[in-house]
């Protein structure tokens, strides 16, 4: 039987616990979600704030998995010790980050190319923390085929979770999934194995899910914000598209009454907003016009009257295409 259980991926700047919280308040579907990285650092005394989006006390809307991006095996140590104190039982290892400054330094992906400094970081590390390990990993950082020298690595471990991004490093966020090696993967694993990548519509979840029923689970980041009724719809097995940009003109009000409390001026706020307008604008793509009048406003009033602009327009809701599906890759 194929699993249904959803990811929320972790994006940083936009799936911090704020959203998290307010998304919880309006939407249905998501299992966990795995929270953006945090980087370890090699000073023996860890500022508690590095902890501020994980503090148990402010998680209670959504379940959490913390990641943490890390090449320095003690660093990890110490702060997987630190997080697990909190009362968490898995810690995520972030080795899909593919940015240059973290790359360059061997972090994230940029540590694939490596699969002897991967294993001795495991080495090192997963004996010694107090609880389960997972990893969020890419194909490799120059070429998918680094993975099929990964996966022996992966597999020596007692890991949680795999969780694949069958991208690789250099490829950013461009291109497509390269399913035909995920698929080597997951028959390669013996881990259980969680999918992510492009998944925006219905069609792309079905498709994957025929296609791979060993999947254990499946991660959305992306697509989740540019649809937040994504999860939901794929829970309840419908393709119906919502009815309505009611529950979404309240939840994006929501979130940012939500920011407007916690973040340094109303500036800020509005920035904050514009980074997830980029994504829910890709489900208006009728509506562009008025979305650029929200991406280009500077003040709080301005970012406003957009917004109303845009929402008495009565927008209509036309969330990623469901054609896709053929050969090895999911299409765009
Ligand atoms: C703005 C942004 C921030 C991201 N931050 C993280 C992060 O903190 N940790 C991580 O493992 N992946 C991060 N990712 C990668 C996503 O978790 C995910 O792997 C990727 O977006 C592909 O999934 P999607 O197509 O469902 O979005 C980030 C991606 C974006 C676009």
Redesign the pocket.
């Known amino acids: 039987m194929p699993s249904d259980r959803l990811y929320l ?6 799936t911090d616990v704020v959203f998290r919280t307010v998304f919880s308040r309006h939407f249905k579907g998501f299992d966990l979600a ?1 929270a ?2 945090i980087s370890t650092v090699s000073a023996p005394r860890v500022k508690p704030s590095l902890f501020k989006d994980i503090l148990p006390e402010r998680n209670r809307a959504m379940p959490v998995v913390p ?1 943490l ?1 890390s090449n320095d095996p003690e660093g990890f140590i110490r702060m997987a010790r630190r997080i697990a104190d909190l009362g968490y039982g898995e810690i ?1 290892l ?1 080795l ?2 593919p940015f240059p400054m973290v790359a360059k330094k061997g972090r994230g992906s940029g540590m694939l190319p490596f699969p002897d400094r991967v294993a001795a970081f495991l080495d090192r590390v997963a004996p010694a923390i107090p609880c389960a390990l997972s990893i ?1 990993t890419r194909l490799g950082f120059h070429g998918a085929d680094e993975i099929y020298r990964l996966m022996p690595v992966f597999n020596q471990y007692p890991l949680s979770e795999l969780i694949f ?1 069958p ?1 690789t490093g250099i490829q950013m ?1 461009g291109g497509r ?1 390269d399913l035909d090696t995920f698929s080597d993967c997951l028959a390669e694993s013996a881990l259980p194995v969680i999918y ?5 519509s219905p069609a792309a979840f079905l498709y994957l899910k025929h296609r791979f029923p060993a999947v254990r689970g499946w ?6 914000l540019a649809d937040p009724f994504l999860a939901e719809h794929l829970k309840a097995g419908s393709e119906k598209i919502p009815p309505d940009s009611t529950r979404f003109r309240v939840f994006q009000e929501d979130l940012f009454r939500a920011y407007d409390a916690i973040l340094s001026g109303p500036a800020h706020t509005v920035d904050r907003m514009k980074g997830f307008w980029y994504y829910f604008s890709q489900s208006f793509p009728e509506n562009r016009r008025d979305i650029k009048k929200i991406l280009r406003s500077k003040s709080p009033d301005g970012y406003r009257d957009a917004v109303s602009t845009f929402f008495d327009a009565d927008p209509v809701w036309r969330p990623a295409a469901s054609e896709p599906l053929t050969g090895g890759c999911l299409e765009d």
């Open positions: 991926a972790p994006l940083r700047g936009l795995v953006p990285f990641q991006l995520n972030n899909g980050c969020k991004h991208r966020y999934p992510n990548g492009d998944i925006r991660m959305i980041g992306r697509g989740a």
